[in-house]
């Protein structure tokens, strides 16, 4: 199983930027999929995610800016990140967990600069 993400890259303050994951390969049910982020010099954090029956949940920095979206169908998640702030600069991770296993994508970098 892989996660592949794309849709990072450089945005200035204020702009806005979607994040795309696509699991391939054999999984079975979905429990939960999300996005975590890591800032240089600091832990990896959950930014939001979002179970196979939709429920979502979101870190309190990024509430009202940040919506998680997914489709267990298709395997795939997405960030739409709006208002970006240069605290939101970081790696981006993709996560999967399945009753039995969990799966990281490699990351991708947001650059929020003025």
């Known amino acids: 199983v892989q996660l592949q993400a794309s849709g990072g890259g450089l945005v200035q303050i204020g702009g806005s930027l979607t994040l795309s994951c696509a699991a391939s390969?054999?999984?079975?049910?979905?429990?939960?999929m999300a996005w975590y982020r890591q800032a240089p010099g600091k832990q990896r954090e959950l930014v939001a995610s979002i179970t196979g029956g939709g429920s979502t949940n979101y870190a309190d920095s990024v509430k009202g800016r940040f919506t998680i979206s997914g489709d267990n169908a298709e395997k795939t998640v997405r960030l739409q990140m709006n208002s970006l702030k240069p605290e939101d600069t970081a790696t981006y991770y993709c996560f999967l967990r399945t009753s039995f296993v969990i799966y990281w994508g490699k990351g991708t970098l947001v650059t929020v600069s003025s």
């Open positions: 390969g054999r999984i079975s049910s979905i429990n939960t």
